[in-house]
């Protein structure tokens, strides 16, 4: 927390560290009471300190220290050698007839210079690049489903031919795979590269606000611009499908059953170009699949905790539970059975569980401040939280972790991201400076949207709140009305779609909204669900509701 803008406690000299601070050194970035500020500029009385009231604290420019002359300070700028100079600097001969700036003038250039290009990196070059991450994503999608088609096609032709053709059958399939497989591998680690080159368009956009935002001189002259790189886009993957063929049934079956023609995976220079404003949400892509009329019950499965509370897609085959004890359960969704238990590791109950994009379960311990992730059934520390207690948890498309928190005192609620356990974004406020969220021991879920936004369940407030990924408020949905059970909205758990629709259970009406990626309501899944909590869905879009009461897991088939 920022001490200067903390509620906490007062700012304490810098020297005696108990006297409020009256004043603050320019020069050396120091706090200081007014009976401490002789003594501050003692030690070394010949060096120029800047003293000024505290409230005006960085109002002096700190000018840059000489290279040649250490405790000389720069406040000219040599054109010719392109280089910082002090008064000592000038009097020698190796300036004489060079052109002279101030440094002042040199640094609002450099200053615009950086907000300009600054300015091309937020509004042309990171949302150009967030569409070809959402474009790379749309092919990956549809590519899936051509070769699905193509895999069918083979199929059904398969079932015309006799027993004795099966194994040529699943050669020709398993050549496909091979074939999907690689593009999708190649499109992935191109999708990967770009998501890397955007989280380092993002770092360098922090890096230019520090340097602009500072009155260390050096800082600017030191900030280094990779902008010329990224200018220059990555290549568009342009996956080629290959095609089946079938042949006639005749005697030789290998040749005339039909062969399935190369697949390639070409790469287009050109294939992408520049935005020429700054974009709207990206990532949104045509409908791919519509709801369904009536959402239906595929299989419902029990789980034996007294209250269920969470539920996790580890595949499309298995689930994690989370109840009121301190186990994790494993369960095989078709059979239904019990496959695996993890105890936590201090003994307390989880708070909430989710699934990695490698495939391990994280699951936050809100008595132990910590969250805690599962490899080879050894479970790990990965943030330990001082003065905080987490609540949610998910993992991101790019394998960070989100985590939903609340202070000690619970006067304070934000979301963090973090890599590994090194905090990258903190979201806490709007741009007035008021709360996004409601604080107090409320529930609250958080997850990220195909779109990249945050959505948050926060269920003190009634709402679910929404912020893109730089943090910044898109909107709240508050519920719908009418309710089925015309009770206030009271939202649980939450989870996105394909579709980047956002999936909220409504505990007290015992049923899901859907809403769109804007905060448009479209519908609710009823279903008989009983005190719904948790939700998460599987890749190919079934939905899982945890019943609380009910202690069961339901499956449910909302899209077509």
Known sequence: MDPRTSAQDVMRCDLCETTVVQMHCDTCLVN???????????????????????????????????????????????????????????????????????????????????????????????????????????????????????????????????????????KLKAEVDKMKNTQLQTLQKHLDEINKTMSDIKDEIDSMDVAVNSNIISKLFSLSSEIDRHRNLPEKMVPSLPKFAPGKIQAEFSKLFGTVSSSSLTSDKHGYSMKTQKSPEAGSFPPVKQLLDEPETVTTIDTGYRNLYNVACLSDEEIWTRGNVNTIKLYSINQGSLLKSITTKSGNKPINIAVTRSGDLVYTDYNDRTVNIVKNEKIEEVIRLQNWIPWSICSTSSGDLLVIMDSDDYTQTKAVCYSGSTEKQTIQFDDKGNPLYSFGYYYKYITENRNLDICVSDSRADAVVVVNQAGKLRFRYTGQTPAPKNQTFYPRGITTDSQSHILTADRDNECVHIIDQDGQFLRYINCGLSRPWGLCIDTNDNLFVAQCNKRQVKKIKYLQ
């Not at 609002?108 to 907000?115: A, C, P, R, V």
């Not at 990171?126 to 069918?152: C, F, H, W």
């Open 32 to 170: 200081l009471c007014k009976a401490c500020v002789g003594e501050h500029m003692i030690p070394d009385q010949f060096k120029k300190h800047e003293i000024v009231p505290f409230q005006l604290r960085k109002s002096t420019p700190l000018y840059p220290v000489c290279k040649s002359h250490s405790k000389e300070r720069c406040e000219m700028y040599c054109k010719q050698c392109d280089i910082p100079v002090c008064a000592s600097c000038l009097t020698s001969d190796k300036h004489l007839g060079h052109k002279l700036l101030k440094v002042l003038q040199v640094l609002d250039e450099k200053k615009d210079k950086i907000l300009k290009e600054q300015t091309e990196l937020k509004e042309t070059i990171y949302p150009t690049y967030q569409d070809i991450a959402s474009d790379v994503q749309n092919r990956m999608i549809q590519l899936e489903k051509e070769y699905g088609d193509l895999s069918t096609a083979i199929t059904k032709h398969g079932e015309d031919w006799h027993r004795e053709i099966d194994k040529l059958v699943k």
